[in-house]
């Protein structure tokens, strides 16, 4: 495991910008003028509002998606510049995506979606998938529901299942898009905790959106996505305005 005094950035953002052309030939501007650097062990959520743009960011930044303008690097090799089947390999090792629509198969097992990021893996990844994935999927909760199929999960469940298929292969970058939006408080909590817990054992960096308070701060590092613009985030305040502040151990650290 890398030392925390020698961070190593594995991705990189420098002024992106994204916009999409509408049918009336005008443009829209998603993201504008964005920098940011994740490194290896970091923990960043990013806020916003519905239609922000945060979606965006989050594809943007694990390569699933590329900017109008600006440059995206992953550890420190640019991303425009490599083929596309060496970028497929390079997301498929490295980063682990948790989305909000789940996009799990349909018809086929809690195990099988499980195992899917294992199917081209090499070495004992792949001859142990079956095992690899049957006990992550112990670890989020679902180990008695392991052969049970995902379109009748519940979708709480479902969500679990797209999380411990994020975490499978141990990668190095986590990002997650609503990871809690379908869960029940407590199992929420539990979810973003093995979520720390994974991400602490390989010194991997999670990257989170999310519009709930309480799982932003369990971040180290804070954003809002405003019209297009990522700007550092003081919690603080926003717990302020919420109700909910005085039940949040720790506000008044997060925000210093």
């Given at each position: 495991m890398r030392q925390r005094d020698e961070l190593v950035t594995l991705v990189a953002l420098e002024g992106v910008a994204k916009s999409v052309l509408l049918p009336d030939d005008s443009r829209l501007e998603i993201l504008r003028s964005v920098d940011l650097e994740v490194g290896a062990g970091d923990h960043v959520s990013i806020v916003g509002r519905s239609g922000s743009g945060k979606s965006t960011l989050l594809n943007i930044l694990g390569m699933l998606d590329a900017p109008t303008s600006g440059t995206v690097s992953f550890e420190g090799r640019e991303v425009r510049r490599m083929r596309s089947g060496r970028l497929d390999r390079l997301r498929g090792e490295n980063v682990g995506f948790v989305f909000q629509q789940f996009n799990l198969l349909p018809g086929r097992t809690a195990l099988d979606n499980v195992m899917m990021p294992l199917g081209h893996a090499r070495g004992r990844l792949f001859w142990d998938r079956r095992r690899i994935a049957a006990d992550m999927l112990e670890r989020v909760g679902l180990g008695h529901r392991v052969d049970q199929v995902a379109d009748r999960l519940s979708g709480g469940e479902q969500q679990r299942v797209a999380i411990a298929r994020a975490l499978v292969r141990r990668p190095v970058l986590i990002l997650a898009d609503e990871p809690t939006g379908a869960l029940d408080i407590d199992t929420g909590a539990t979810v973003m905790a093995l979520l720390d817990e994974v991400a602490t054992e390989t010194d991997?960096?999670?990257?989170?959106?999310?519009?709930?308070?309480?799982?932003?701060?369990?971040?180290?590092?804070?954003?809002?996505?405003?019209?297009?613009?990522?700007?550092?985030?003081?919690?603080?305040?926003?717990?302020?305005?919420?109700?909910?502040?005085?039940?949040?151990?720790?506000?008044?650290?997060?925000?210093?």
């Amino acid at each position: 495991m890398r030392q925390r005094d020698e961070l190593v950035t594995l991705v990189a953002l420098e002024g992106v910008a994204k916009s999409v052309l509408l049918p009336d030939d005008s443009r829209l501007e998603i993201l504008r003028s964005v920098d940011l650097e994740v490194g290896a062990g970091d923990h960043v959520s990013i806020v916003g509002r519905s239609g922000s743009g945060k979606s965006t960011l989050l594809n943007i930044l694990g390569m699933l998606d590329a900017p109008t303008s600006g440059t995206v690097s992953f550890e420190g090799r640019e991303v425009r510049r490599m083929r596309s089947g060496r970028l497929d390999r390079l997301r498929g090792e490295n980063v682990g995506f948790v989305f909000q629509q789940f996009n799990l198969l349909p018809g086929r097992t809690a195990l099988d979606n499980v195992m899917m990021p294992l199917g081209h893996a090499r070495g004992r990844l792949f001859w142990d998938r079956r095992r690899i994935a049957a006990d992550m999927l112990e670890r989020v909760g679902l180990g008695h529901r392991v052969d049970q199929v995902a379109d009748r999960l519940s979708g709480g469940e479902q969500q679990r299942v797209a999380i411990a298929r994020a975490l499978v292969r141990r990668p190095v970058l986590i990002l997650a898009d609503e990871p809690t939006g379908a869960l029940d408080i407590d199992t929420g909590a539990t979810v973003m905790a093995l979520l720390d817990e994974v991400a602490t054992e390989t010194d991997a960096a999670l990257v989170t959106i999310t519009h709930d308070l309480h799982v932003a701060a369990r971040a180290r590092r804070h954003y809002r996505l405003d019209a297009g613009r990522l700007e550092p985030a003081d919690l603080t305040k926003a717990f302020e305005a919420s109700t909910l502040a005085a039940s949040v151990p720790g506000a008044a650290e997060v925000a210093s």
